[in-house]
């Protein structure tokens, strides 16, 4: 018999094949007559919004779900949620399954999420004498801490108390936490990204740098190297390396949230979430939205797989892979919880202006010591400028 219908699923992560994979040839053998199509494409956020790639599921991330939805692209997906009788809060973890609903309605299901904040290594502190963080620490604490850890340890070649990567990305999580913003709600940059709160937050990064000498000059992220060869006390870091810095260095590994600028009001964590959303005009909805359904909603090798980096949004995949007797993990979770919109993340149009032109910038107050103030006032009037 030929096979009359063919779904297709558009994804970006490579890595995520062989459980794809595994996962649709099931789904195929229940769907006589129905194929599925895997189509990877490292850039797939620009051949979507350009419509080169057209696909009944597609994967999204952070700021898709609110740009495919407000274009159009995605369905919303709340008529199908109510119509199957998916009880999204018995199901899935809550604080993560609502960064999927948009003003346009439920974009996506996520697989996958996580955020920032600070792993420690408990020797140097017990070395130091020094409390761990406490749940309401602020960045005056983060700084206290960094200069006796510097004290204690001394300042061997290649050794530091911390380290923050001077990165657009990680600074604007500082900024939040500052109580800050690079952007007004409307997208404009000037009195944010060169405001007062950013000036305040990115010169106080400086200054741990190059003022006080505990964190090195490095833009660059992703790398626990020196904090596993026990060179670097605290990393401010995604919380995607937890696995592995759990099995290398075992009960001296400890987790801390990110500072905050007020010890009364926690820091708002901008979130990292990945899904799949179905497409607005996909040919075979109630196929579309059967494969969705086993894709994200159950536990198998796609929701397995990504809970090595990432928390699992789905309750039964949480407790299958043990997270729930985790206590880092849990800790995790709860600052998932705290989450904000995901308008304004990673993968917006905003930051991706930023990650073009702010980063290379960033080297001249990194390398150059250029004035932060004047800097900022060049890129925040060179946006609304190219943006009117």
Known sequence: MNKQVVLKVAYDEEWQTESLKEVTRGFEKQHQGVSVELLLDANLREKVLSGEIQADLMQMYNSDFHSYRKRGIVADLTPWVERS?????????????????????????????????????????????????ADNWTWNDFMDISLQLAKTRGQAEGDYAVRIPFHWEYLWSIVKSFDGAFFSPDGKAEGYLNGRTTVEAIQWVLDLIHKHKVSPQTNGYFDTSAFQNNQIGMIFEYFIPLQYLEAEMGDDLGIAAIPSWDSDKPAEQIPWLCGFGMSAGSSHPELAWSLLEVLTMKSNPLTGIVTEGFIAPLKQTYTDVGHDKNRNRNFILQQCNLMNNTRFTPTSSEFQHLDSTFSPNLNKLLEEGSDVQALLNDLARSWDESHR
């Open 85 to 133: 009788g998916l009880k999204v809060n018995e199901r899935f973890h809550s604080g993560i399954f609502n960064l999927c609903r948009t003003a346009d309605g439920i974009a996506g299901i996520p697989i996958s999420a996580t955020t920032k904040g600070v792993f420690y290594n408990k020797r140097w502190f017990q070395q130091a004498q020094i409390s761990f963080p």
